[in-house]
């Protein structure tokens, strides 16, 4: 039975899902992180359904969901598209940004890349300041193993303070670890709720804004790590997201008292000469910093320059005086090869699928078909099946697996990266150049 928001409890905030839950109890789980970390993979395993997948970023565009059980609690699984940050710059973004931070979700898993977890540690801490129910899962810790990067992930458990899972999701491995995970999520919400430290420190002439700000926010949302959260953005001013709280968190949004507060923090830091970047960039350095903080132990590597071959491969693949004419080199022989070799299949199998049609031409005037159901049958029906074959399919036999080859190369992102300007000329953005 579909249930909707409103009657199963869910707020109401319109992002193109309506959550089905199959009991009243069912918890709403969000799938954050990055994108390619291995997000729908991990949802397609814990839901059995089938999640489109693929060696390149930006595959889900729109949230998915699906229902699973650990034996005794029913989730709905929500796998959102992936995102580097909160401060979305795509719509996809933006659909993960306010599943997360406006839909309520009763915990959100955030996946992350164990072969470069610094760099994922920035969407967690973000998703950690904005909800306080989070999982860490940890995956592709396979890939991470073939590397030789070890991870202490109990270390990492202590100091984030939220549940790690350690996960080598596309071999099913550690996925019960999840269900543990989110279950002492929600155990220690109910314990805890608003008793926890902010994890994220700014300096201290954001904290003394953020303290005066709170009071007049706190009432109008719902609840201390919502308020703090909303506080600090309030403070960064970021432009996109400005445009989200007018939508899903009116009350703030609309509040002259909010208005008046931040005018006269931003009247007083312009008077110290306190600019608008200097505020955002102090804000992005403490979790660069923090994340750097959280690594340092947690992560080893057993060879240090375990990522120079990748490195000299980027190097070769994305730089302008290279990046482009190998782009096009590539491109135009795969369609080479795709278009000149599929000319022999395509006569091979012509020549078999036309003879085998006169055979049947015979047959049928052996037999003594009537003429125009012969000649529909077989000049019509069967020609015209023939043909497509005969045309389309050696090229697809061809193409596909090439393209596949690509993926597994690890080449298409770096075509996306290549052509990111170009679209973007377009309003489009480079991921959009796989699907083109
Ligand atoms: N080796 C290895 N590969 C994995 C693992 N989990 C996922 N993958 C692969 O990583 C790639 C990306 O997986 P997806 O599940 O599509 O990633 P995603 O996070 O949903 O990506 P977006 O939707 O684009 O953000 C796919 O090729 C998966 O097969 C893992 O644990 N180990
Ligand atoms: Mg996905």
Not at 60 to 78: F, I, L, P
Not at 380 to 390: D, K, P, S, T
Not at 397 to 414: M, Q, S, V, W
Request: charged fraction near 25%.
């Amino acid at each position: 039975m579909g249930l909707s928001r409103e009657s199963m409890g869910i707020k109401s905030v319109d992002c193109g899902l309506e959550i089905k839950k199959r009991k009243e109890e069912d918890k709403v789980i969000a799938l954050a992180g990055n994108p390619n970390v291995g997000k729908s993979t991990v949802f397609n395993q814990l839901t059995g359904l089938n999640q489109h997948t693929g060696n390149w970023p930006g595959k889900t565009v729109a949230n998915a969901q699906g229902w699973c059980t650990d034996g005794q609690q029913g989730y709905v699984m929500v796998d959102i598209p992936g995102c580097y940050s909160l401060m979305a710059h795509s719509t996809e973004e933006e659909v993960a940004r306010d599943f997360i931070c406006f839909e309520n979700p009763d915990a959100v898993v955030v996946v992350c890349d164990a072969t470069c977890l610094e760099r994922n540690l920035n969407l967690v801490l973000q998703i950690m300041e904005a909800t306080a129910s989070v999982v860490l899962c940890v995956n592709l810790l396979d890939e991470a193993k073939k590397k030789k990067i070890f991870l202490h992930l109990d270390m990492l458990e202590q100091r984030l303070g939220v549940p790690v899972a350690g996960t080598a999701a596309r071999s099913n491995k550690g996925l019960d670890q999840i269900y543990t995970g989110i279950k002492r999520c929600l155990e220690r919400e109910v314990e805890e709720v608003g008793e926890k430290p902010a994890l994220i420190q700014y300096p201290q002439y954001i904290e003394d804004a953020i303290a005066r700000l709170l009071p007049v926010v706190e009432p109008k949302v719902n609840g201390k790590t919502e308020a703090r959260w909303l506080c600090a953005r309030l403070l960064d001013a970021n432009e996109n997201l400005m445009k989200a709280v007018k939508k899903y968190r009116k009350p703030v949004a609309e509040s002259e008292e909010v208005t008046a507060s931040l005018s006269e923090i931003w009247e007083e830091w312009k008077a110290a000469g306190i600019s608008q970047e200097q505020v955002s960039d102090d804000m992005a350095a403490v979790f660069i910093k923090k994340a750097e903080f959280l690594c340092n132990g947690v992560v080893e590597y057993e060879n240090q320059t375990y990522d120079r071959k990748d490195r000299k491969l980027d190097q070769l693949f994305t730089s302008k005086a290279t990046g482009f004419p190998i782009m096009f080199l590539v491109l135009l022989g795969i369609f080479w090869i795709t278009i000149t070799g599929a000319n022999y299949p395509s006569e091979l199998i012509s020549t078999v699928l036309f003879k085998i049609e006169g055979w049947l031409s015979r047959l049928a005037d052996t037999v003594g078909v009537p003429f125009i159901i012969s000649d529909l049958l077989i000049h019509g029906v069967y020609r015209v099946l023939a043909w497509v074959v005969a045309v389309m399919l050696p090229p697809m036999a061809i193409f596909f697996p090439l393209f596949t080859l690509l993926e597994d190369f690890g080449y298409l992102p770096r075509v996306a990266f290549n052509l990111d300007r170009c679209f973007k000329k377009c309003s489009a953005c480079g991921k959009q150049a796989l699907t083109m």
